[in-house]
């Protein structure tokens, strides 16, 4: 399988080049585009993954309902839906919430997020090569966890994000 490329994208979401994902992942000053989905069931709950175990990001924590690169020449809404059919076995209408930048040791990602509502007791069929397990969870569960590591860095930063948009 050849590896994946990523766009290099600037501040505005501008594609400045593109480079193998080995190279942008490890490298923090290459800005590239990702998309997050948060998924709500009827009642206000977020869908979260487990992330797999293989993962080179957050192996075993909780994180955002999808997430994904954004693949060249594709637009954000295209890469949105084709996350949730990858990851979830989804499809549904989304509405887009905000866009924001997240950076830690290993990558800098611009971030845009969706919202989508899902029947809570949906069988989703999920990609077991990248999710060991789903949940239903309140935002009150998931603020008690947020800073003792069952949490992504990369979703505690999205829940802060949506939280200040929606208040």
């Not at 490890?26 to 009642?43: Q, T």
């Not at 060249?72 to 919430?97: N, Y």
């Not at 924001?100 to 809570?120: A, F, I, M, P, Q």
Request: with cysteine.
């Amino acid at each position: 399988m050849s590896e994946e490329f990523l766009e290099i994208v600037n501040e505005r979401g501008e594609v400045m080049g593109l480079a193998p994902r080995s190279e942008i992942h490890g490298n923090p000053a290459l800005l590239h585009r990702v998309v997050h989905v948060l998924a709500f069931d009827p009642k206000g709950k977020i869908l979260l993954q487990k992330r797999s175990m293989k993962k080179d990001v957050a192996p075993g924590r909780w994180d955002t309902s999808v997430g994904g690169h954004v693949d060249p020449d594709e637009t954000l809404i295209q890469a949105a839906k084709r996350e949730m059919e990858e990851e979830l076995g989804i499809s549904a209408p989304v509405e887009f919430l905000y866009a924001y930048r997240h950076s830690n040791d290993y990558e800098t990602e611009l971030v845009h997020t969706y919202k989508c509502l899902v029947d809570g007791n949906c069988a989703f069929s999920f990609n077991r090569e990248e999710i060991d397990e789903l949940r239903f969870w309140g935002l009150d569960e998931i603020e008690k966890h947020i800073g003792t590591g069952i949490l992504s860095d990369n979703f505690e930063h999205e829940i802060r994000m949506y939280l200040k948009h929606s208040l």
